[in-house]
């Protein structure tokens, strides 16, 4: 499933995005092309999400369980062969102008690593 034009909207230009154990990341672009990746390379579906904002809309914050298959190998990762897992996450928002500046994601990536070398 390609990004939406309209998902893509609610982002700052400069969106900076900070990737789980790995780099930061700052532009549309780079945020399109991210998840370009990880549609290609699993199948997601979020759920018992529970969302959080300070007074101002100014930070928010979400926790969610990551429902997911490993569909074809990423880079460094173990091999994927339709690998199921389920995995506890957060992920961590700014927001200027009414448009997401910043997402920061954690889950536990040896977690992951567990579940899909089963």
Not at 27 to 36: R, S, T
Not at 45 to 56: G, P
Request: glycine content about 6%; proline content about 2%.
């Amino acid at each position: 499933m390609a990004i939406s034009t309209r998902f893509l909207s609610l982002l700052t230009d400069d969106v900076i995005h900070d990737i789980n154990q790995g780099k930061r990341e700052i532009g549309k672009a780079a945020f399109k092309q991210f998840m370009a990746c990880m549609n290609h390379n699993y199948k997601e579906h979020l759920t018992d999400m529970v969302i959080m904002a300070n007074e101002n809309g100014s930070r928010a914050a979400a926790e969610f369980i990551v429902n997911g298959e490993y569909l074809n190998s990423d880079e460094g990762l173990p091999a994927a062969n339709g690998q199921k897992y389920r995995l506890p996450a957060g992920a961590f928002f700014e927001i200027k102008d009414n448009k997401v500046a910043r997402i920061t994601n954690y889950y536990n990536l040896q977690d992951w690593i567990a579940q899909v070398e089963q």
